[in-house]
Nanobody, 123 residues
Framework: QVQLVESGGGLVQAGGSLRLSCAAS????????MGWFRQAPGKEREFVSA????????NYADSVKGRFTFSRDNAKNTVYLQMNSLKPEDTAVYYC????????????????WGQGTQVTVSS
């Protein structure tokens, strides 16, 4: 079992920045693909970004491309989502997830999810 704990959410004005973190338990962190999803009120959960096991490859939703950066530190069992130029439409609860393949992450089929962290962007 893998436990995921997100942190770093908060309230920020449009144009501002936040850095989310997701700390994972377990000894096999470096073998996991990781992902971020978000869910706004009244909307379905949507894919934000994914990262490969070694952090070299990343994938982003078109809505965040060029503004968000996904990175990982395998020595610390932690992934990060740097969010710049935030917009009110980025307001959502952000969740991290873990999986054993790109497909698992991109399809939102990761077996483990964090509890989420709220990001609110005011206009």
């Amino acid at each position: 079992q893998v436990q995921l704990v997100e942190s770093g959410g908060g309230l920020v004005q449009a144009g501002g920045s936040l850095r989310l973190s997701c700390a994972a338990s377990g000894r096999y962190f470096s073998s996991y693909y990781m992902g971020w999803f978000r869910q706004a009120p009244g909307k379905e959960r949507e894919f934000v970004s994914a990262i490969s096991t070694n952090g070299i490859f990343t994938n982003y939703a078109d809505s965040v491309k060029g503004r968000f950066t996904f990175s990982r530190d395998n020595a610390k069992n932690t992934v990060y989502l740097q969010m710049n130029s935030l917009k009110p439409e980025d307001t959502a609860v952000y969740y991290c997830t873990v999986g054993d393949s790109w497909a698992t992450i991109l399809d939102g089929r990761g077996p483990y999810w964090g509890q989420g962290t709220q990001v609110t962007v005011s206009s």
